[in-house]
T-cell receptor
């Protein structure tokens, strides 16, 4: 079945540094990918929609200059957390559906990235 | 996007059938109903999807009444490994449409 892979699965960084998270669709192409953030014991919150070859669309309250998204190809989207603060510590998850499939096709999720900012 | 309402939590024992009901009163004509399962520190995993009536796969069944304003995920003979959060989502299923998650139902299975 279709697979979405995230890397790294967990990362610890110092405050003020930047961290890049990669999301790859391994066996399908995705013009659009989605980034979510999940705090402990809470649901997934949509952060942004990543569009191949164009600017990402951010949800209200998500700082685009802090969470940089680059969707350079049909199989790769990256999320860079810039000037990380401890409150950015969270579980980040990406998702994608395959291009060209009929509507109603399920979305596939990466395994998530646990970011800890110290 | 249609909002969904699910019970916050449910408890069960191994071997029992578990039914989780989701309300989606404002579901649109072109919306599908999809259920996902999430274990701690993992991304959600697709369980089942339907549009109307009943859908069954190797892990679950999905019952959707004619008015489509609710749906019920049925897990037969649960085991300890079914302890997870279950999310009901409603959307048009297009590649460019994001899934919006509600609070989900935390299912706890005991021996």
């Amino acid at each position: 079945g279709a697979v979405v892979s995230q890397h790294p699965s967990r990362v610890i960084c110092k405050s003020g540094t930047s961290v890049k998270i990669e999301c790859r669709s391994l066996d399908f192409q995705a013009t659009t990918m989605f980034w979510y953030r999940q705090f402990p014991k809470q649901s997934l919150m949509l952060m942004a929609t990543s569009n191949e070859g164009s600017k990402a669309t951010y949800e209200q309250g998500v700082e685009k200059d802090k969470f940089l998204i680059n969707h350079a190809s049909l199989t790769l989207s990256t999320l860079t957390v810039t000037s990380a603060h401890p409150e950015d510590s969270s579980f980040y998850i990406c998702s994608a559906r395959e291009n060209g499939r009929q509507v109603g096709t399920e979305a596939f999720f990466g395994q998530g990235t646990r970011l800890t900012v110290v | 996007l249609a909002k969904t309402t699910q019970p916050i939590s449910m408890d069960s024992y191994e071997g029992q059938e578990v039914n989780i009901t989701c309300s989606h009163n404002n579901i649109a004509t072109n919306d599908y109903i999809t259920w996902y399962q999430q274990f701690p520190s993992q991304g959600p995993r697709f369980i089942i999807q339907g549009y109307k009536t009943k859908v069954t796969n190797e892990v679950a069944s999905l019952f959707i009444p004619a008015d489509r304003k609710s749906s019920t995920l049925s897990l037969p003979r649960v085991s300890l490994s079914d302890t997870a959060v279950y999310y009901c989502l409603v959307g048009d299923g297009k590649a460019g449409t994001a899934l919006i998650f509600g609070k989900g139902t935390t299912l706890s299975v005991s021996s």
